[in-house]
């Protein structure tokens, strides 16, 4: 049961993050009103054409727009945890970042969208050219990308996840719980690498209106959130082991960090300058969804694995101080690695979500990187972990059934 709950703390701190959001949203607009123009109705799209804001205009805005979605939430979430006297649970945290997401939702329809954009509508909304279209007087339109599509929701849903498990980071190093300590962790790595993708995008294009960026963002999100659920719900002590940079930094941390992050960065960058500059060959649109849906996969397959293997650690390690047995359950069944099978599938389908052939080069690398690693890793399992050579006779296939 959720006990730490306020809603004078929601109202309250929702209503500065609103008003601080609104005076950046409508700032920005009133400097450059092309810096929203992805935002505005479609005919007013269509009418204005292919054009964008200068990127630093938009990164300026980005930054300041996510530093108050972020930050106020967070700081709003340490009141919560003073007035509970130090205690604040991670479902707790969750409910309250949710419904401050939701908030702030609703006031975007309410406030900036009804009653600003379309109703009062002052003169420096406006476009030149697209005086007079019927975008402007659209209520249904700013209804329907606000709530009656499901990304809104995911959103928020993603938000309160996000918030919450940052929020079991606590200041000043104020003791928290193992568990609470893996989710912080775990959440704040997954930050850490979703900002550095998103530099990588929209920098290496020059543009933050680019839409295939932003599903690469969201499925790599996605995929991340819903492994940290499965954790969480499953094995919340392996959060804090995933996220650790403790160790020794060998072969098999640097092949681990060119799987997890800087891997998946380069092909980020390279699908940029790819948008930016329009290098041949293009990648039809059928194609792209074709992207999505195998990303898809192969991060479904990945959490599938996690869910089914407690001792998925993020390095190569035996523990057999905890117990540390083979796992021949779930995917595990079919191929010895499957988690990074379904990291192979999302690497590939990446180049493809970001309409770049060229970004197959640095994702052949990563998966080069994930196979010299699944064949160290299934060496030094099969040399120190008990059962696994007869696990190895029984499911022949390290990652390809088979190939190899």
């Not at 709003?76 to 419904?99: C, I, K, Q, Y």
């Not at 021949?328 to 191929?335: A, C, K, T």
């Not at 690693?373 to 060496?379: G, I, N, W, Y």
């Not at 390290?398 to 190899?404: A, E």
Request: charge should be positive; aromatic fraction near 12%; glycine fraction near 10%.
């Amino acid at each position: 049961m959720i006990r730490q709950f306020s809603l004078k703390r929601i109202l309250i701190d929702g209503t500065l993050m609103n008003v601080l959001i609104s005076i950046v949203v409508y700032g920005f607009i009133y400097l450059n009103p092309l810096i929203w123009v992805s935002d505005y109705p479609p005919d007013i799209q269509a009418a204005v054409g292919p054009v964008s804001a200068p990127i630093g205009q938009q990164l300026a805005m980005g930054v300041l727009f996510l530093l108050i979605l972020a930050g106020v939430p967070l700081w709003s979430s340490a009141r919560l945890r003073r007035e509970n006297r130090g205690e604040l649970s991670f479902p707790s945290a969750f409910v309250h970042n949710a419904l401050l997401a939701l908030f702030f939702a609703s006031w975007d329809l309410l406030i900036l969208d009804w009653l600003i954009f379309v109703t009062i509508q002052p003169a420096f909304i406006v476009i030149p050219g697209t005086e007079g279209l019927a975008g402007y007087q659209d209520y249904w339109f700013h209804l329907q990308v606000s709530f009656l599509g499901w990304t809104q929701w995911i959103a928020i849903l993603a938000a309160g996840l996000i918030l919450g498990g940052l929020a079991m980071i606590r200041p000043g190093g104020q003791p928290m719980s193992e568990k609470n300590r893996g989710t912080a962790g775990y959440f704040a790595q997954l930050v850490f690498f979703l900002g550095v993708w998103a530099a990588c995008l929209f920098v290496s294009a020059g543009r933050l209106d680019w839409g295939a960026g932003w599903v690469f963002l969201a499925l790599s999100a996605a995929g991340q959130i819903v492994t940290a659920v499965i954790l969480r719900i499953r094995y919340p002590g392996l959060m804090g082991e995933r996220a650790s940079l403790e160790g020794k930094w060998d072969l098999d941390r640097i092949l681990a960090g060119v799987l997890a992050l800087w891997g998946p960065a380069a092909i980020c960058i390279v699908g940029g300058l790819d948008q930016r500059h329009g290098w041949p060959p293009e990648i039809p649109l059928a194609w792209q969804l074709a992207g999505v849906a195998i990303a898809a996969a192969g991060a479904a397959l990945t959490a599938w694995a996690m869910a089914a293997n407690r001792f998925f650690y993020g390095v190569m390690r035996i523990a057999k101080e905890r117990g540390h047995a083979v796992c021949d359950s779930g995917p595990y069944r079919f191929v010895r690695h499957p988690g990074y099978l379904g990291a192979i599938g999302f690497d590939l389908a990446a180049a493809l979500v970001l309409q770049s052939v060229w970004a197959l080069i640095p994702a052949a690398v990563t998966v080069l990187a994930i196979v010299i690693r699944t064949a160290r890793e299934d060496k030094a399992l099969q040399a120190g972990l008990d059962g696994y050579r007869e696990y190895a006779q029984r499911v022949r296939s390290r990652l390809l059934p088979l190939v190899w």
